[in-house]
Antibody, heavy 121, light 108 residues
Framework: QVQLVESGGGVVQPGRSLRLSCTASGVTFTRFGMHWVRQAAGKGLEWVAV????????YYGDSVKGRFTISRDNSKNTVYLQMNSLRAEDTAVYYC??????????????WGQGTMVTVSS | EIVLTQSPGTLSLSPGERAALSCRAS???????LAWFQQKPGQAPRLLIY???HRVAGIPDRFSGSGSGTDFTLAISRLEPEDFAVYYC?????????FGPGTKVDIK
């Protein structure tokens, strides 16, 4: 049974950085591609980034490209989202997600509970 | 990049009625890799349909997906009280894994 737990959210000033973590349990993490998806209050879902199981491929949404970096530590069953040069429009709940058997290209069906990021002075 | 458009923005219906939600893509979705999600307030999204028409295990059979190429539909045959929510389509299979803007199904 896959369980995903995000952490690291909080309030940060514009232009500063924050790192989110998502720790997985109940899975062979080294086989799992992992996504980050975000949702601003009252708004729709926005796909942010994906990383392949071995970290060999990483892709980003246009709005975060060049500012956010996805990475993983398979020894800790954890995927990270390093967020730099934060803007007010990055304020959102950030979810990590994956597909039940780890395929990074497949539709995700396992989600964490989300962690809130607020960018404000 | 594939852009997804969903219509209507809001659908006001009564329990027991049928709902039909549309998702249109700006270009053909490769291999019909189109998914539908349901999201209720304060909850993470739940995957309902993948591959345009394949229902996820445990999803009631009143939910069905259809379509191919650029035009896709999520149908809910008879709305139950728990079905009132926001529904998103998403293109997967490659980057970017774009979501549509969503359709809210609310109680009339």
């Amino acid at each position: 049974q896959v369980q995903l737990v995000e952490s690291g959210g909080g309030v940060v000033q514009p232009g500063r950085s924050l790192r989110l973590s998502c720790t997985a349990s109940g899975v062979t993490f080294t086989r799992f591609g992992m996504h980050w998806v975000r949702q601003a209050a009252g708004k729709g879902l926005e796909w942010v980034a994906v990383i392949w199981p071995d970290g060999s491929e990483k892709y980003y949404g246009d709005s975060v490209k060049g500012r956010f970096t996805i990475s993983r530590d398979n020894s800790k069953n954890t995927v990270y989202l390093q967020m730099n040069s934060l803007r007010a429009e990055d304020t959102a709940v950030y979810y990590c997600a994956c597909q039940w058997d780890g395929n990074p290209r497949a539709a995700v069906d396992k989600w964490g509970q989300g962690t809130m990021v607020t960018v404000s002075s | 990049e594939i852009v997804l458009t969903q219509s209507p923005g809001t659908l006001s219906l009564s329990p027991g009625e049928r709902a039909a939600l549309s998702c249109r893509a700006s270009q053909s979705v490769p291999n019909n890799q189109l998914a539908w999600f349901q999201q209720k307030p304060g909850q993470a999204p739940r995957l309902l349909i993948y591959g345009a028409s394949h229902r996820v295990a445990g999803i009631p059979d009143r939910f069905s997906g259809s379509g191919s190429g650029t035009d896709f539909t999520l149908a809910i045959s008879r709305l139950e009280p728990e079905d009132f929510a926001v529904y998103y389509c998403q293109r997967y299979g490659g980057s970017p894994f774009t979501f549509g803007p969503g359709t809210k199904v609310d109680i009339k």
